[in-house]
């Protein structure tokens, strides 16, 4: 049993070099999965942004503004800012037959630390919807 005490006593210093080394180990894998669960958070937002503007865009008397708004009311909740959204055809004509919406963010100016690992690559979404248009007679000429 003394030599148990006595062990104990000269191991006191260790813990605190295992502490200093497995810390810091630790915490990167914390902020690490908080990061990657951001990226994986901006990916869906931009794709169900672009989706809810593509949708926006589908009634007869929908415009672009319309679309914009919605992209835009999508991303705000999400606080994603420098969006790049781009609807086709611009204008949103009545006889348009489909919308597309694009809708992309850069990852560096939305995340804390991502920006070294996407390098310089944008997240991206384009969605391409029907429009009622198709299913509505419109009357010629």
Request: proline residues 6%.
């Amino acid at each position: 049993m003394r030599r148990l005490t006595r062990d104990r006593g000269n191991r006191r210093g260790a813990t605190v070099v295992e502490f200093s080394i497995c810390f810091p180990i630790l915490l990167s894998f914390v902020f690490g999965t908080i990061e990657f669960s951001r990226l994986l958070q901006l990916q869906h937002t931009i794709r169900l942004a672009a989706f809810e503007g593509a949708r926006a865009g589908v009634p007869l008397d929908s415009t672009t503004a319309d679309v914009q708004n919605r992209v835009q009311s999508i991303l705000e909740v999400v606080r994603i800012s420098n969006v790049q959204t781009t609807i086709t055809p611009n204008p949103l004509l009545y006889a348009s037959p489909t919308v597309t919406v694009s809708v992309s963010a850069d990852p560096a100016e939305n995340a804390w630390l991502i920006w070294f690992v996407t390098a310089g690559h944008p997240v991206t979404s384009s969605i391409t919807l029907q429009r009622e248009v198709l299913a509505v007679s419109v009357p010629g000429p």
